[in-house]
């Protein structure tokens, strides 16, 4: 039995023992979704639409409504994901900018300074005022909450509440029936914040010098200090009856026995028995109806799942407007809310599948990043703006659409859609054209462009057999490992017909001749080697200025060599292979390629490395081969564990160990956003994570971390991108999405998902 038909039987076996489990990329998840829309007066960003008001302060929901009122300070809106109307209070009463509302079953309650106003509404755009309360000057309200009536007059009253009103002369309360409120002298000053707990029979009540708590017959206190570091600002009573106090430095717990615990960023003593939260800072906290907890800081928005003791951080543009968040409501279909200092948000979930999210990230390249066949990059002319795209050739075509090209070899492997072969033996034929265009027999160009076309950066060259192209010098080893990493892919997954295959045989032995017979040189037009395609072992073995590529060019070399001789049978490459390895110590060099020294780490290493691990591991079944590679590949894999890289992990477990962090793939496939724009995403003020003490990797990368943010809540990057990278982007351009979907299909074709 030949190579070919072990690895297909293989991939069968794996293909039937996955159809009797539940496949991960059929599980669902929820995906995060964010709309986005901008006051009148503030920046356009992006193509987000503008709201028809300047000014927010304070979202409110209504029981089993979906939407929520806006409170600005001259108007109460409707507000239903980007529909807008306002609502008639018709009371004679201006809405204000110092006025708050809470509500209660069907009643929105109004609050200023001097008046309260009740509103009965059957939906949220159909309310009658249908009483109100005026009485003396208490001061600007400052926080609301409703509580049990029967908790104040020890009566059983079914549903019926009183208002707690703070304000910045005191603690009030209006009890329900009462012609004016009453003040509760025993709270001084500034109320910051209230809360009322029924499961708890508890009310809560926050000051800049004491937090107090009422229980129906006796008020007691803790200063500020000792248990909570300062002012609390926003006070919650969860269903569980846990009192969550967040203040400027972290947050709080009140557990129901009495004892307090600091939740901060990390777990430290002195500081927090709890980590995990990304930012203090807080302003407002709430429950959705899932019983997970919403945070607003004055950095964007934090999440807490009681269930799954997972923390997630929403900031920036991908998901909020601006970065002050004022006020956070959910309503009835779980979808969140947030007022910040640029505008309104909307963050919800959707359950969705790994294969749901391959369907989408597939619209990407026919509408903005292919050109003549190639992913290509997407600039942005316009600040986020999709609609201001545009298309130039770059000189990682090539590499990029290898990558993109590999997950639909994968693909067509997997759904044998007619579809998916013409669409990848369309852009099969792009990446032949490179080979061809340069008239050199052997010599892939980086990219190409019409004569007519804007192209970026220098050595181009007019094609002497393709007049109306110009091609790109300077192939590097980044491009030729995109080459040898794919068509072994195409060769024994796409191509079918004798023809196909010849094809793929000839392209791939014009460019592999080029190299041996150039002495494992990549020569470029002008008769010298390109400045990054060397594999000669004089330059790798001896030359020290050559120390970082020696182990990685040394596997990329081995990895084209297998995979030419098994795609074209020529014993010339065999043999080369053996004489790298016998001759010039080729096999000990890649055991360990892997950079290690943290100011010398190089990620787009990572990215080629892996890229030729697998052709590599694809192309022969022989012990002896594959045991310095094996050795190589578990160091590796060993040192970027803790990335959670799905390509990485998902390349590591086609070698057949059984441990390759396949839940860690899953978790990052999950994770990346569903924008791919280059959103700015700074996280050095989040308190959260560890900074890498020994050094700041390379000047590319800047403040690094110790352990990876999700990609959601980072710099959108590609393969050789950094996962410790605390700060980057700047919102002119969207990444294709090749890096995901080539994880996914491969996944699916080694029956991982």
């Known amino acids: 039995m030949n190579l070919w038909k072990s690895l297909l039987c293989v991939t069968i076996i794996a293909r039937c023992i996955a159809s009797f489990k539940d496949l991960p990329s059929q599980n669902p998840f929820l995906q995060s979704i964010a709309n986005r829309w901008t006051f009148s007066n503030a920046p356009q960003i992006g193509d987000w639409d503008q709201l028809p008001f300047s000014y927010a302060h304070q979202a409110i929901t209504l029981q089993g409504e979906i939407g929520v009122w806006i409170l600005t300070d001259n108007a109460l809106w409707m507000f239903e994901n980007g529909t807008s109307q306002r609502v008639d209070v018709s009371w004679n009463v201006k809405i204000n900018p110092y006025m708050l509302a809470v509500s209660y079953s069907n009643v929105l309650i109004l609050v200023d300074s001097t008046t309260v106003l009740f509103l009965t509404c059957n939906s949220l755009t159909s309310c009658k005022t249908t009483s109100s309360v005026t009485a003396g000057s208490w001061g600007n309200v400052t926080a609301l909450c409703m509580g049990d009536h029967s908790f104040s007059h020890r009566k059983p009253t079914r549903g019926v509440q009183d208002l707690y009103i703070g304000t910045t002369t005191g603690l009030y309360v209006l009890i329900n029936g009462a012609q004016a409120p009453e003040q509760i002298t025993f709270v001084n000053g500034t109320v910051t914040s209230i809360h009322f707990s029924s499961l708890r029979q508890q009310l809560a009540a926050s000051t800049p010098v004491a937090l107090y708590f009422f229980d129906g017959i006796q008020w007691e206190y803790e200063w500020v200090g000792g248990v909570f570091d300062s002012t609390p600002h926003a006070l919650y009573y969860d269903s569980n009856g846990k009192l969550w106090i967040g203040y400027t430095e972290a947050l709080t717990w009140y557990e129901l026995d009495d004892t307090y615990i600091r939740v901060g960023g990390l777990v430290q003593n002195p500081g927090s028995l709890v980590g995990?939260?990304?930012?203090?800072?807080?302003?407002?906290?709430?429950?959705?109806?899932?019983?997970?907890?919403?945070?607003?800081?004055?950095?964007?928005?934090?999440?807490?799942?009681?269930?799954?003791?997972?923390?997630?951080?929403?900031?920036?543009?991908?998901?909020?407007?601006?970065?002050?968040?004022?006020?956070?409501?959910?309503?009835?279909?779980?979808?969140?809310?947030?007022?910040?200092?640029?505008?309104?948000?909307?963050?919800?979930?959707?359950?969705?599948?790994?294969?749901?999210?391959?369907?989408?990230?597939?619209?990407?390249?026919?509408?903005?990043?292919?050109?003549?066949?190639?992913?290509?990059?997407?600039?942005?002319?316009?600040?986020?703006?999709?609609?201001?795209?545009?298309?130039?050739?770059?000189?990682?075509?090539?590499?990029?659409?290898?990558?993109?090209?590999?997950?639909?070899?994968?693909?067509?492997?997997?759904?044998?859609?007619?579809?998916?072969?013409?669409?990848?033996?369309?852009?099969?034929?792009?990446?032949?054209?490179?080979?061809?265009?340069?008239?050199?027999?052997?010599?892939?160009?980086?990219?190409?462009?019409?004569?007519?076309?804007?192209?970026?950066?220098?050595?181009?060259?007019?094609?002497?057999?393709?007049?109306?192209?110009?091609?790109?010098?300077?192939?590097?080893?980044?491009?030729?490992?995109?080459?040898?990493?794919?068509?072994?892919?195409?060769?024994?997954?796409?191509?079918?017909?004798?023809?196909?295959?010849?094809?793929?045989?000839?392209?791939?032995?014009?460019?592999?001749?080029?190299?041996?017979?150039?002495?494992?040189?990549?020569?470029?037009?002008?008769?010298?080697?390109?400045?990054?395609?060397?594999?000669?072992?004089?330059?790798?073995?001896?030359?020290?200025?050559?120390?970082?590529?020696?182990?990685?060019?040394?596997?990329?070399?081995?990895?084209?060599?297998?995979g030419a001789y098994n795609i074209t049978g020529e014993q010339k490459f065999m043999k080369a292979y053996d004489l790298l390895v016998e001759k010039y110590g080729y096999?000990?060099?890649?055991?360990?390629?892997?950079?290690?020294?943290?100011?010398?780490?190089?990620?787009?290493?990572?990215?080629?490395?892996?890229?030729?691990?697998?052709?590599?591991?694809?192309?022969?079944?022989?012990?002896?081969?594959?045991?310095?590679?094996?050795?190589?590949?578990?160091?590796?894999?060993?040192?970027?564990?803790?990335?959670?890289?799905?390509?990485?992990?998902?390349?590591?477990?086609?070698?057949?160990?059984?441990?390759?962090?396949?839940?860690?793939?899953?978790?990052?496939?999950?994770?990346?956003p569903l924008e791919l724009i280059d959103w700015p995403v700074p996280n050095d003020h989040r308190i959260d994570f560890r900074i890498n003490p020994e050094g700041l990797f390379d000047d590319r990368v800047g403040l690094a971390t110790l352990d990876p943010f999700a990609p959601d809540e980072r710099e959108i990057e590609r393969w050789n991108g950094c996962p410790f990278k605390v700060n980057g982007g700047n919102g002119y351009s969207e990444q294709d999405p090749g890096a995901w979907l080539l994880p996914y299909w491969m996944g699916r074709y080694y029956g991982f998902l």
């Open 276 to 562: 995990g939260l990304p930012y203090g800072n807080i302003t407002c906290i709430v429950e959705d109806p899932n019983g997970v907890m919403w945070i607003g800081s004055l950095k964007g928005v934090s999440s807490y799942n009681p269930q799954s003791k997972e923390w997630r951080y929403f900031f920036g543009y991908r998901f909020f407007p601006g970065n002050a968040t004022s006020s956070i409501s959910v309503d009835a279909s779980g979808s969140v809310y947030a007022v910040s200092d640029q505008g309104i948000g909307m963050l919800y979930f959707e359950k969705w599948t790994l294969e749901q999210k391959a369907e989408y990230y597939e619209t990407f390249i026919e509408a903005r990043h292919d050109l003549h066949g190639y992913v290509s990059d997407c600039e942005l002319e316009k600040f986020g703006s999709l609609k201001s795209f545009t298309n130039e050739a770059g000189e990682s075509d090539g590499l990029w659409t290898s990558i993109y090209l590999g997950s639909q070899a994968f693909k067509y492997a997997v759904t044998k859609s007619p579809e998916v072969k013409e669409h990848a033996w369309r852009i099969y034929e792009a990446m032949e054209f490179l080979t061809n265009v340069t008239g050199i027999q052997g010599l892939p160009s980086r990219t190409v462009a019409l004569r007519n076309e804007s192209h970026g950066g220098n050595h181009w060259h007019n094609s002497t057999v393709y007049p109306e192209w110009y091609w790109m010098s300077g192939t590097s080893s980044d491009d030729i490992t995109g080459h040898m990493f794919v068509y072994p892919l195409i060769y024994h997954l796409v191509a079918e017909t004798p023809e196909e295959k010849s094809r793929v045989r000839t392209l791939v032995s014009n460019i592999m001749n080029y190299i041996v017979d150039n002495n494992f040189y990549l020569i470029d037009y002008n008769g010298k080697p390109t400045e990054w395609g060397v594999w000669n072992p004089t330059q790798l073995n001896d030359d020290p200025s050559w120390y970082d590529e020696r182990g990685l060019n040394s596997l990329q070399i081995l990895a084209y060599l297998l």
């Open 587 to 672: 096999a000990k060099n890649i055991k360990n390629l892997r950079i290690t020294a943290v100011n010398d780490v190089n990620y787009s290493d990572d990215e080629l490395a892996f890229l030729s691990y697998h052709p590599y591991l694809f192309s022969t079944n022989d012990r002896k081969l594959l045991q310095p590679l094996k050795i190589s590949l578990n160091r590796s894999f060993s040192i970027i564990r803790n990335e959670k890289g799905a390509l990485f992990n998902m390349i590591y477990g086609a070698s057949g160990v059984s441990d390759f962090g396949l839940q860690d793939a899953i978790w990052d496939l999950e994770r990346w």
